[in-house]
Every structure is written in structure tokens, then in C-alpha cells.
């Protein structure tokens, strides 16, 4: 079965501290993995895609097939990172078409 | 400017009424998505389009029906509203690599 699983439903840090967001998941194929946020009353927008192996607000995401993770990372957390933090998979070119996690609320404190 | 557009915001409604939610977008995608957002749940797939004459459903279509009236319109019915329908409902569209959200509609059935 597809699955993605973030075990932790709430992750609070004190500013400056590192922070690892989990994603775990099951597919059989080849998944593109994505991190999506959702600020305070703002809509849901894309953070990083695996394929790109970018950097966006200092956070990165490796995928590790070996172990099925797609962890979300950032060094030192910010203040404005505070959000909800979406993990999902899809199948190649099927980008809209995600199976998400539960969701991890971060929460980043002064 | 909002590239996905979502009515009505919030709406409360009676058991057993039908109820329509309409989005549009302005990004020019064929392709079209609506998922429903529970506390621990994540978002879930409720049905999605791929052109205007390609309609499929999702994870979680019971209940629910939709129609495609152009590129740009992509509307999510419920025939006949039950208390576990309120939820949180967006509307998202996608390039294929990308999703791009509405700022989604509050939906209470009492």
C-alpha cells in the first residue's frame, strides 16, 4: 500500500535550535517526494521536491531510498518557520495527484 | 491575485442538504484536484481531473460528486451532507510537478 508516515504530530524547538521533521514511506516504484507548508492562515505551498536538491529557507530533504525516508532539516531554526509541515509522495509527472502525511506542526519558539 | 480561487470560505449547512464548492484557477493547467484536510489525517484525495472530459476519483469519493465545467473550473458537490463531511476542503491544480492550492473552504454539517 502507498503510504507516508510523520510520526510526530507536534515538534517544538527554541530559536536557533536544529530541527528534523520525519517522513517515512511505502510505494512500489519510484515516488517523487515532496515537502509542503502551511503557514498561519495561508494557503498550502510547496517547500522542496526531491528532484531539485535545493535549498529553500534553509531547509533541505534527502531521499533515502535504502531506509524510505525523506526527513525535512534545517541547521537553526527561525521564528517564521513556525507552521505545519506536510510530507507527500506521487508518482512521476502525477505532482498534483499527492498522498500526504499527517502533517508535523513545528513549532519554533524565542 | 490569487492563482486558485475557492467559494464560498466557510459555510455551514444542515444534514441531508446539497451543497456545492467551486474553485478556479488561472494558472492555464489542465489538471485539477479536490483533497479533504482532518485533524491527524493529513489532506486526502477526494476526486481529480485531468482535462475537462477526464474525471476520476480518488481515495475518498463516496458522497461526494463533481463537475468539470472548463480548463479553469472545477466544482466539488455533496449530494447530501452528513456530519462527517466537516472538514477543511481544497481545491488545487497542477503543472504535473507542482501543486498549487485555494486557501480552501471551512465546511461545518450540523
Known sequence: ?110 | DADVTQTPRNRITKTGKRIMLECSQTKGHDRMYWYRQDPGLGLRLIYYSFDVKDINKGEISDGYSVSRQAQAKFSLSLESAIPNQTALYFCATSDGFEAFFGQGTRLTVV
Request: with cysteine; charged share 25%; net charge positive.
Open chain 1, 1 to 110: 500500500a502507498q503510504r507516508v508516515t510523520q510520526p510526530e504530530k507536534l515538534l517544538s524547538v527554541f530559536k536557533g535550535a536544529p530541527v528534523e521533521l520525519k517522513c517515512n514511506y511505502s510505494y512500489s516504484g519510484s515516488p517523487e517526494l515532496f515537502w509542503y507548508v502551511q503557514y498561519s492562515r495561508q494557503r498550502l505551498q510547496l517547500l522542496l521536491r526531491h528532484i531539485s536538491r535545493e535549498s529553500i529557507k534553509g531547509f533541505t530533504a534527502d531521499l533515502n531510498k535504502g531506509e524510505t525516508s525523506f526527513h525535512l532539516k534545517k541547521p537553526f531554526a527561525q521564528e517564521e518557520d513556525s507552521a505545519m509541515y506536510y510530507c507527500a509522495l506521487s508518482r512521476y509527472n502525477q505532482g498534483g495527484k499527492l498522498i500526504f502525511g499527517q502533517g508535523t506542526e513545528l513549532s519554533v519558539k524565542p
